[in-house]
């Protein structure tokens, strides 16, 4: 994962949200079929894929998948 469509396409393919790059700058409560579930999912996924913890505090605090986006790259 060194994008953020990259990010995008785990999400898209992980989660089967139906994102976009442009959905990774809205809030979470405007990405099509987002839910608090997701965030658990999501995080064991960032995990899995780049063999790097990112703390769940971090990223309950994220606002957009870009945020998330930068927890996960920037550990």
């Known amino acids: 994962m060194n994008t953020i469509d990259d990010f995008v396409a785990l999400v898209r393919d992980h989660l089967?949200?139906?994102v976009t790059a442009e959905d990774a700058e809205r809030t979470l409560d405007q990405v099509p079929g987002w839910d608090s579930m997701?965030?658990?999912?999501?995080l064991?996924?960032?995990?899995?894929e780049t063999g790097r913890s990112v703390p769940l505090p971090d990223l309950l605090q994220a606002t957009s998948l870009h945020?998330?986006?930068l927890l996960a790259v920037d550990r």
Request: aromatic share 12%; net charge negative.
């Open 67 to 69: 945020e998330m986006y």
């Open 44 to 48: 064991t996924t960032i995990e899995r």
């Open 16 to 18: 089967g949200l139906p």
């Open 38 to 42: 997701h965030l658990l999912w999501l």
